[in-house]
């Protein structure tokens, strides 16, 4: 019923909802502050906060997160709602049922991560939240709501990069020290980087097209997945992981895309359309309407999985070596850090270990549930940029949301000038 009322108010859609009154006190016996915004102490339970406390609001695509986090890294409190069962339900993401299940949610999400930490929005130092890149409309509510928030409590605001923020998170869970490799795995994005530092990226390549995981949700319902009993509420890039697992990785020889271009560049839609011909092909043969599941679904899903890992892995690759030979990274201690969605699929995590274990690098990624959407990075990329003092706004007018935004310096012809030929690697498990 509820989602019935949301797909039928799309076009009747408001204004983004007024943020609703925010909590902030707490108790008498817990409240100790002084000072300015930025040099308050919240004490709770007889322990001190660190001096720098902000709250993260995150509402990109289709997760409503908040999260407030002090300078140490300490999650003080965090909440999230997620859409994803409504977007299953759907077949895909229709922004303005996310723009409304984030008006429906954001004040709730807030009010719960502000409870829990047990701070007030009067001894926070500022707010951060996720201003670009995104769905237009889900970011023009978390916008809406923070800067009406910041305006009533004259707190300094922090606009955040969505990709810059999970590119940080893992500075929040292993302290990893600039510059380091970061490739970033999701619904909407591919990108390659060098993290020079809080607000300093190397652009060394980035998808053509279409992202992994948005690849693999289509692949996912043209499979029908969402029938098969053990695909119920997964979403498309988790049932096609779990369906590979039982499935042979080389049953179907789907080409690796963009192997004759020497460039560190992802595309993934050539890739679709080979899929989509074959699964067209199967269903001819098994005498199967499109919807019903075809006996190959596991080997299909674990070819696909496998095509996508090879082909992620062989332009890291590249992405390590145009780093070593041109001075970027030096391969002693060097980190190629892996967040995003996508990045807390296992497989592609392996594959990646087998080209970091052959070229000396460490690999890290964030826990899995800081992988996907959350406030808790966007709190984290608050306080990096705090510290660093980079933009912190303590005025708004004018701030707008960006829907589309490049991350960083690009420098992607010179990797393609590099011409820099991977060497073979057996990426096959």
């Given amino acids: 019923m509820i989602l019935k009322q949301l797909l039928s108010r799309h076009a009747y859609l408001q204004k983004y909802s007024s943020a609703s009154a925010v909590g902030t006190q707490i108790s008498k016996t817990a409240k100790c502050c002084w000072g300015n915004s930025l040099g308050r102490v919240a004490r709770q339970c007889g322990r001190c906060f660190s001096t720098k406390i902000v709250l993260g609001i995150e509402t990109s695509c289709d997760d409503t997160g908040a999260a407030v986090m002090d300078e140490t890294g300490n999650i003080l409190g965090e909440a999230l709602h997620s859409q994803g069962e409504v977007h299953l339900k759907t077949g895909g993401i229709i922004p303005p049922v996310a723009q409304q299940l984030h008006q429906e949610n954001i004040a709730r999400i807030v009010q719960e991560a502000l409870s829990a930490s047990g701070v007030g929005v009067d001894d926070l130092s500022a707010v951060a939240t996720t201003v670009m890149p995104g769905l237009a409309l889900s970011l023009g509510v978390g916008l809406g709501y923070s800067l009406e928030l910041v305006e009533r409590h004259k707190k300094p605001f922090i606009p955040i990069h969505h990709m810059e923020a999970h590119a940080l998170t893992i500075r929040a869970t292993n302290r990893v020290e600039f510059p380091f490799l970061v490739l970033l795995l999701s619904g909407g994005h591919c990108i390659l980087a060098v993290a020079r530092g809080v607000s300093d990226f190397l652009l060394l390549g980035q998808t053509l097209d279409i992202a992994p995981g948005d690849m693999l949700d289509k692949v996912a319902r043209r499979l029908s997945l969402q029938q098969h009993p053990e695909c119920s509420g997964l979403n498309g890039g988790k049932a096609i992981e779990n369906m590979a697992q039982r499935g042979n990785n080389l049953c179907y020889g789907f080409k690796v895309p963009m192997e004759r271009h020497l460039n560190c560049n992802f595309s993934f839609a050539g890739l679709q359309n080979n899929v989509n011909k074959v699964i067209k092909q199967k269903e001819k043969e098994e005498g199967l309407q499109q919807g019903q599941l075809l006996s190959c679904v596991s080997d299909l899903a674990s070819a696909v999985q496998h095509t996508v890992a090879?082909?992620?892995?062989?332009?890291?690759?590249?992405?390590?070596?145009f780093c070593v030979q041109?001075?970027?990274?030096?391969?002693?201690?060097?980190?190629?850090?892996?967040?995003?969605?996508?990045?807390?699929?296992?497989?592609?995590?392996?594959?990646?270990?087998?080209?970091?274990?052959?070229?000396?690098?460490?690999?890290?990624?964030?826990?899995?549930?800081?992988?996907?959407d959350n406030g808790v990075m966007i709190a984290w990329n608050g306080i990096e940029r705090l510290r660093a003092g980079l933009g912190v706004l303590h005025s708004t007018k004018g701030l707008r949301y960006e829907?589309?935004?490049p991350l960083g310096t690009d420098i992607s012809e010179q990797v393609e000038k590099a011409a820099i030929r991977v060497p073979k690697l057996n990426l096959t498990m």
């Fill in 326 to 372: 041109n001075g970027i990274l030096l391969q002693d201690n060097a980190t190629l850090v892996v967040s995003g969605g996508v990045a807390s699929n296992q497989y592609i995590r392996k594959t990646l270990q087998i080209v970091t274990d052959a070229t000396g690098f460490y690999l890290l990624c964030p826990p899995p549930r800081l992988c996907t």
């Fill in 403 to 405: 829907p589309k935004a």
């Fill in 310 to 321: 090879v082909h992620i892995a062989k332009q890291t690759h590249r992405a390590i070596l």
